[in-house]
T-cell receptor, first 109, second 113 residues
Framework: GQNIDQPTEMTATEGAIVQINCTYQ??????LFWYQQHAGEAPTFLSYNVLDGLEEKGRFSSFLSRSKGYSYLLLKELQMKDSASYLC??????????WGAGTKLIIKP | TAGITQAPTSQILAAGRSMTLRCTQD?????MYWYRQDLGLGLRLIHY???????GKGEVPDGYSVSRANTDDFPLTLASAVPSQTSVYFC????????????FGSGTQLSVL
């Protein structure tokens, strides 16, 4: 079966750095997405990786290793507004999106 | 800018009743999707439409139906609601069906009692 694994919850301190991991086992691979979802709101797109390596976008970076079936989202200079759930999703060989259950990130002052 | 709009925001529905969740987008996106989100689970695809006039079944289609008469609208109908359909429902759209990102509506919280 297809599976996306992420930690259920993480806690970090304002101003610090946090890394949220995502491992996947899917039927083929056609890209990996990270979305941010604040409580009670819709998911919004953060990043997309299809090739190995690091994609940097401001305070957020996303890394992919296709051979290891692994990605991480790196958040720097954490702000209170970064408290949210972070969803990892992979497109399989049929271009269907497989979603992880999400990682709830709690930021403490 | 509207983007993608869902209605209603929330609804309490008696088991056995029918209901249609509405979804409209003004971005001229070809593909549209309905997901349900339940605590502890990833988003699960109910139905999708790659272009106006076509629809397909997702991971959890039973008990739901959709139509795509035009580009903008993609309603989701529950013919006879059951308590297990209590969930948050998100409509989403994307420009195409390749690797484009999804844009989500604000969601509908549905409780079936």
């Amino acid at each position: 079966g297809q599976n996306i694994d992420q930690p259920t919850e993480m806690t970090a301190t304002e101003g610090a750095i946090v890394q949220i991991n995502c491992t996947y086992q899917t039927s083929g691979f056609n890209g990996l997405f990270w979305y941010q979802q604040h409580a009670g709101e819709a998911p919004t797109f953060l990043s997309y990786n299809v090739l190995d390596g690091l994609e940097e976008k401001g305070r957020f970076s996303s890394f992919l290793s296709r051979s290891k079936g692994y990605s991480y989202l790196l958040l720097k200079e954490l702000q209170m507004k970064d408290s949210a759930s972070y969803l990892c999703a992979v497109r399989d060989s049929n271009y269907q999106l497989i979603w992880g259950a999400g990682t709830k990130l709690i930021i403490k002052p | 800018t509207a983007g993608i709009t869902q209605a209603p925001t929330s609804q309490i529905l008696a088991a056995g009743r029918s209901m249609t969740l509405r979804c409209t987008q003004d971005m001229r996106h070809n593909a549209m999707y309905w997901y349900r989100q339940d605590l502890g689970l990833g988003l699960r695809l109910i139905h999708y439409s790659n272009t106006a006039g076509t629809t397909g079944k997702g991971e959890v289609p039973d008990g739901y139906s959709v139509s795509r008469a035009n580009t903008d609208d993609f309603p989701l109908t529950l013919a006879s609601a059951v308590p297990s359909q209590t969930s948050v429902y998100f409509c989403a759209s994307s420009l195409g069906t390749g690797n484009e990102k999804l844009f989500f509506g604000s969601g509908t919280q549905l409780s079936v009692l």
